[in-house]
């Protein structure tokens, strides 16, 4: 009899103590919003073409992204989404030179044997999207930075400076120029 009452009460105790999903789905939103300086950077990151097919930017985008390095991991042509990444590693100096600099300044005293800078994991991603717009086509290419370092943590880091996306669409000009 116990256990048919606890069996019956378990599913009203679950529901009691289920959090809100309006809630949660505030409490997501907030987490997800952009920074203020990744809205701000959004004009920079855009670029309009006039007079040019959507097939033939999208390949001279893809064409770009290679010799820049990305690999294209999607394309989604219809949706007019492209993302590619670029792996590297990194290598943070900073223990070695700290030591470099004790050795110098205290002399013999201080050994820098066994300190290598640390490895870092970098990979550089990149997401662009290209839509119809009344004055030609409007693509927006936003670069973002995923670092994981020798401890395993994970960093993601938002390129707004104008460094990559001006490069990008610089050369996208030149690829259909040509």
Known sequence: ???AAAFLAAPLLLVACAPNPDEMFSAAMQ???PTQDVIDARPRQTETFQGVSEQRLKEAMART????GFNIDTS?????LMTASR????????????QMVLAVLLGPAVTVRGVVGTQSFINLRVTVVTMNAPDGLTSRAA???LTLGPTGVTTVETLVSDEF???FFARVRQALAA
């Open 1 to 3: 009899m116990r256990f």
């Open 31 to 33: 987490a997800a919003a």
């Open 65 to 68: 992204l290679r010799e820049m």
């Open 76 to 80: 989604a042509p219809r949706l007019g």
């Open 87 to 98: 792996e590297s590693t990194g290598t943070d100096l900073g223990p070695l030179a700290g």
């Open 143 to 145: 670069f973002e930075r």
């Open 165 to 167: 996306t001006t490069q």
